[in-house]
């Protein structure tokens, strides 16, 4: 006799960037292993390859991670994290006066990331030409994390990175139809005032953070805490 299945409920949140609906389901016990097992390694490209792959297996392989913002990728696994092992997070922040440790608690599911003033993602650079961008992605930020690169070249990487496509008035290149040669040429031809327009775009980019206050117990100085990335929110 085959032994009774426990069903999973499901819920539906939107991918921040896009706003497109996505089914997922709590992640279980086989999932919570595979994370303990790669946060025991402190190994941050093995974590994230963990993250990753529960959530694709929690939405249904819905999602490719891959492909995913940095903050779309950590508002999904913040809301996993809130359905699967609870809505709240309890975590330590110390007085900014005294520098003794506070308990405080985080309501996982009043996070959200506001995406009602993201600057259009088209830029024009002159009359004719201009550029659609791409919010950094995950893989992105992880292969230049391992570069070793200089704060320049790291700026440069992930404006690459970021392009979409290059468009003038005769036709629509994409950006993963050229080299990255050929990318560099285009962004080191820019003036200034061009390539401050594409910075702008990425330093808009919408971080996953909450404004934590507080009042220390031990010498009542009132505390304002910006919580900021996706490992601050858990213990």
Not at 74 to 80: A, N, P, S, V
Not at 100 to 106: A, G, L, S, T, V
Not at 181 to 196: H, I, M
Request: net charge neutral; with cysteine.
């Amino acid at each position: 006799m085959p032994l009774p299945i426990i069903e999973t409920p499901k819920y539906e949140t939107r991918i921040p960037s896009t706003g497109a609906r996505v089914q997922y389901r709590p992640y279980l016990v086989k999932e919570e292993k595979i994370l303990m097992v790669a946060k025991e390694t402190t190994d941050q490209k093995q974590i994230m390859q963990a993250v990753k792959d529960v959530i694709a297996s929690c939405t249904f392989n819905q999602v490719d991670p891959s492909t995913l913002s940095v903050f779309d990728l950590e508002y999904l696994f913040l809301k996993l994290r809130s359905k699967s092992v609870g809505e709240t997070s309890k975590i330590m922040l110390r007085c900014e006066k005294c520098d003794k440790p506070n308990p405080q608690e985080i309501n996982l599911e009043a996070i959200s990331i506001d995406t009602s003033k993201l600057p259009s993602p088209k830029i024009m650079l002159t009359d004719k030409i201009g550029v659609v961008m791409n919010w950094p992605r995950v893989d992105l930020i992880g292969e230049i994390a391992s570069g070793n690169l200089s704060p320049q070249d790291t700026v440069m990487s992930i404006i690459i990175g970021c392009i979409d496509s290059i468009f003038d008035d005769k036709g629509v290149y994409r950006a993963s139809e050229q080299s990255k040669q050929e990318l560099l040429t285009f962004v080191e031809s820019l003036n200034q005032g061009q390539f401050a327009k594409i910075q702008a775009f990425i330093e808009a980019t919408p971080k996953l953070e909450h404004k934590l206050e507080f009042t220390c117990p031990h010498c009542s100085q009132v505390n304002s805490h910006l919580i900021r990335g996706l490992q601050s929110f858990f213990s």
